[in-house]
């Protein structure tokens, strides 16, 4: 388009500003010379064309200027400087606002994208000019128009992008006629059958409307109200709720559509005798009645809407406004903003008060800020009404907790109760639309990170972040957030957080912004961070075609049985998840904290599913949270280390049988599990990538687990000269009760239970060495010192894995053992001929290989997933395999008194740990 068939659109424009128009309109030509759009036409057709569909609109001076300039910062040498110098800081303004960020403006910064960030941008700008807005839907207005130039895939990610940001952008700012164009130019990309048959429907519907005006203004002219009723005209409707009704109820194919008509008044009293009228003359659909006159739409839209129903049975939409009210619903925002007296956007957009703490929060994380733009700014919406007949919209989905800060605002921030419809609620409870909602309130602030769970809002979450980050200091926030995030770890057996490299994860800190751990704990501590999040950037989930499959999980948790505002949480979750439970169990009350109860549950869910449930039960006040696999996934494991764990007595017995003494057997144990402890490492390092950190003072940590182990062995041994393997095994396994009751014993609890554990292991002791036929003295003592040293070994190595924050890096570990237990291994090879270990040498290293190291690391695994203490009453199992294997490859078997003893001894055992760990079934 030339300048002077551009300027014959100009004509209600004072020669000064056409001339401005034109001195824009030749920098543009001049600046986009050469270029060319997809479809071979000059690219300065398109800033001309927008600036054309803004003329349109009613743009003033400015905003025409700043359209056809609107490209030139992005695309040409013109620089913004430029524009200012020769047009003013408000053109300059604009153009800046609808220049899109590029790769450079967001170097370095992982979590950023160009899209969403330039959205940022123009909504920033939104509350102080809202002409940005309007001159970026024109652009994509016109882009959409020509996207026939594109390439298909191009032209797709266009239209998708269109519907998921701008159509709901213009809905937002009431602009309804170019909403309804950017949708069918989206969806006849999109889905061009779909658009078909809804252009087929819209053609029949607008058939019928003609009809029905008639049939309808005839029923009114008689009516007093009639003579200010300026015009009755068809509305059709938004090409979304089209789609809904055909898809839904086959409108278009019944020749029955549903027809919205405007009726125009003349005021606004008029509007409510128009709406009297229609009441009169015709019976109206209940609950259809909606007063937008007094309580506006969320995008500022005013108008009386009620659905009649004509005497053949039609229903028919009305909707009542004056010529301002339907101007402004056609048109928007663009109906005011480009008046030189215009009000602050803030004035009829309530919602834009949102954006300054929704970009605020969101900094450095574009992912976030887009979908709290998604939810609380452009999705739809209810209407919540608090005290003095206030009203606030919200988003649909918005929780109790929500609607308090909605309404409220700071003040929220001391509530101590939420009240909905008169009755007290939970603060995660979804509000419904026209729900009525007020608190209570505290003296001082109540607000606890908790509640960033209970809100869905991006408003309220950023309310409730703010008051957390003053609340709580520099030392106290990293504590906070470095707890919440090992946590997580903890839940996921992915050890402590101490174990990792912050050099190894370096990538992962980039995308999440984060420059060190330090602020990665401050982030999650403010709320700004998930810890979820930080660990899916530190372990990126692999991902697998059953990473949604429904998997069966043990729950355990606690809670105060006084505190029944957490009761009533508890409760709700336990309702929302109520579907996959298989299962629930109460656990005894602990004699030491009567007041706390101990939950089991068994569910089926997926890995998201059981995390959201372990959020959701912390959230609502749980202590204790702790999720488990069934037992039975890990039987092949638990039954392997059983297995290995019985045969290792019976194949140490069967070689000093054959040739080998504990020494050499002793030795070469020590040697062959320093080699096999270093093969191991080697490949778990090569296995991790040098993520794991090192481990300082490695071999002093090493020291005491490696010489409990050399003593443990040597006993062992020893007893095994003179023991049967499944008696050596009974006296071991005391180990079951011993260790519960030493750890019930340093807590001051339950004293009556280790009295009896240590009862039953002297009686049980006193009949086995007074058995008929059976004296093993020297044997017993050895047993009993291996006992004592096992239960030394594990509160030991216990300690140490605890002190030194040792879970993953348990490998590490084992090997400094390793090294160490090589190291005596060489010394008492050295104190003894070579010949002595030689005999059945190759046989030992596969004793040493299948019935310690490979159990050892089983149990290593299967510690990961399961905790000990719900585990260990199978290791009893050990003692009759081990019965059986002596019989079948030693030929030894002990007298029947002795084999009973055994047998009360186990039963003894059993009973005791069943009696303290009894279930009640709720």
């Not at 388009?1 to 014959?8: D, P």
């Not at 450095?364 to 739809?380: A, N, P, V």
């Not at 995390?611 to 494991?637: C, K, M, Q």
Request: overall charge neutral; glycine content about 4%; charged content about 20%.
């Amino acid at each position: 388009m030339t300048w002077a068939a551009f300027s014959r659109l100009l004509s209600a424009f004072p020669a000064k500003d056409r001339e401005r128009i034109r001195s824009a309109f030749e920098l543009a030509e001049q600046a986009h010379r050469g270029q060319q759009r997809k479809s071979g036409e000059p690219y300065v057709h398109h800033p001309i064309a927008v600036a054309t569909i803004l003329v349109g609109m009613g743009a003033d001076t400015d905003t025409i200027v700043a359209a056809l300039l609107h490209d030139t910062i992005e695309d040409t040498p013109v620089t913004l400087e430029q524009v200012r110098s020769q047009f003013g800081d408000a053109v300059a303004r604009l153009v800046d606002g609808v220049t899109k960020l590029c790769h450079e403006d967001l170097e370095g910064r992982a979590t950023l994208d160009e899209k969403i960030e330039t959205l940022r941008k123009m909504f920033s700008a939104l509350q102080d000019d809202v002409r940005i807005m309007v001159i970026k839907l024109a652009d994509r207005l016109h882009n959409m128009q020509t996207a026939e130039f594109l390439a298909p895939e191009k032209r797709r990610m266009l239209a998708e992008e269109t519907r998921e940001s701008y159509v709901k952008i213009a809905d937002r700012l009431c602009m309804q006629d170019l909403r309804d164009e950017l949708e069918a130019l989206c969806l006849d990309i999109i889905d061009p059958e779909l658009f078909r048959q809804l252009q087929i429907a819209r053609d029949s519907i607008d058939e019928s409307a003609a009809s029905l005006i008639a049939m309808v203004d005839g029923g009114m002219e008689n009516h007093p109200a009639y003579g200010d009723l300026l015009e009755i005209i068809h509305e059709p409707r938004p090409w979304e709720t089209l789609a809904s009704q055909l898809q839904r109820s086959g409108y278009a194919a019944s020749g029955a559509p549903p027809i919205a008509l405007v009726f125009v008044c003349r005021d606004r009293d008029t509007c409510y005798r128009i709406m009297g009228t229609l009441h009169e003359r015709w019976k109206r659909e209940v609950m259809s009645f909606q007063d937008f006159i007094n309580a506006p739409q969320v995008n500022g839209y005013r108008g009386l809407h009620t659905t009649i129903i004509l005497g053949d049975g039609t229903r028919v939409r009305c909707k009542i406004r004056t010529p301002e009210m339907h101007l402004y619903a056609r048109k928007g925002v663009a109906t005011r903003c480009f008046d030189s007296a215009a009000k602050s956007i803030l004035d009829y957009l309530s919602w834009a008060e949102q954006i300054s703490p929704l970009t605020e929060q969101t900094r450095d994380r574009s992912q976030e800020f887009w979908d709290s733009l998604q939810s609380d700014i452009l999705g739809e919406s209810i209407v919540v009404h608090g005290p003095a007949d206030q009203a606030v919209y919200l988003p649909t989905g918005a929780t109790a907790l929500d609607g308090a800060f909605y309404l409220f605002r700071s003040e929220a921030l001391r509530t101590r109760a939420i009240l909905v419809n008169g009755q007290e609620v939970p603060f995660a409870q979804p509000l419904h639309h026209a729900d009525a909602l007020t608190i209570t309130l505290a003296p001082e602030p109540t607000v606890q990170r908790e509640w960033l769970a209970w809100v869905h809002t991006g408003f309220s979450t950023a309310q409730i972040r703010a008051a957390i980050a003053l609340s709580v200091s520099a030392d106290d926030k990293l504590l906070l957030g470095k707890t919440l995030l090992q946590r997580i770890l903890s839940d996921r057996r992915r050890g402590f957080i101490e174990e990792f490299a912050e050099s190894s994860i370096r990538d992962s800190l980039q995308r999440l912004g984060m420059r060190s751990m330090d602020d990665v704990y401050a982030a999650i501590a403010d709320g700004r961070l998930d810890p979820a999040t930080a660990y899916d950037a530190m372990f990126p989930p692999a991902r697998t075609r059953n990473e949604e499959a429904r998997s069966p999980y043990i729950v355990r948790f606690s809670y105060d049985m006084n505190d029944l505002a957490a009761l009533t949480r508890i409760m709700e979750v336990y309702k929302k998840y109520s579907s996959h439970i298989r299962g629930a169990r109460a656990l005894p009350v602990p004699p030491h904290n009567p007041r706390k109860l101990s939950i089991r549950l068994r569910y089926f869910l997926t890995a998201q599913e059981q995390r959201s449930l372990l959020t959701d039960l912390r959230a609502a006040g749980a202590g204790n949270v702790a999720v488990v696999e069934r037992i039975e996934r890990l039987f092949p494991l638990l039954l392997t280390v059983i297995l290995l764990w019985a045969l290792n007595p019976v194949a140490a017995k069967w070689l000093m049988l054959h040739g080998s003494t504990p020494l050499s057997l002793l030795t070469l144990r020590l040697l062959v599990t320093s080699v096999l402890s270093a093969l191991f490492f080697g490949v778990w390092r090569i296995w991790t990538r040098s993520t794991v950190g090192s481990l300082r003072s490695a071999y002093r940590i090493a020291l005491l687990p490696a010489l409990l182990t050399f003593a443990l062995a040597t006993f062992t041994y020893h007893a095994l000269e003179s023991m049967a393997p499944s008696a050596h095994l009974t006296i071991l396994r005391f180990n079951v009760l011993l260790l519960p009751a030493l750890a019930l014993l340093l807590r001051k609890f339950s004293l009556r239970i280790a009295l009896a554990s240590i009862v039953i292991f002297l009686v049980s002791t006193v009949l086995l060495m007074w058995s008929p036929g059976y004296a093993p003295y020297v044997g017993f003592g050895f047993s009993l010192l291996s006992l004592l040293t096992y239960v030394l070994y594990s509160l030991a190595v216990e300690s140490t894995l605890q002190k030194h924050k040792i879970e993953v890096r348990y490998p590490l570990l084992l090997f400094y053992t390793g090294l160490i237990l090589g190291i005596i291994g060489s010394v008492l090879a050295l104190l003894q001929p070579f010949a002595a270990l030689l005999p059945n040498f190759w046989l030992v290293c596969l004793y040493v290989a299948a019935c310690v190291f490979i159990p050892h690391t089983c149990f290593y695994a299967l510690l990961k997933r399961q905790p000990f203490r719900y585990v260990t009453d199978l290791f009893l199992l050990e003692i009759p395999i081990a019965a059986v294997a002596e019989y079948a490859f030693l030929g030894l078997h002990l007298s029947l008194i002795s084999y009973l003893l055994i047998g009360a001894a186990l039963l003894g055992i059993l009973l005791l740990r069943l009696r303290h760990y009894s279930r009640l079934v709720i």
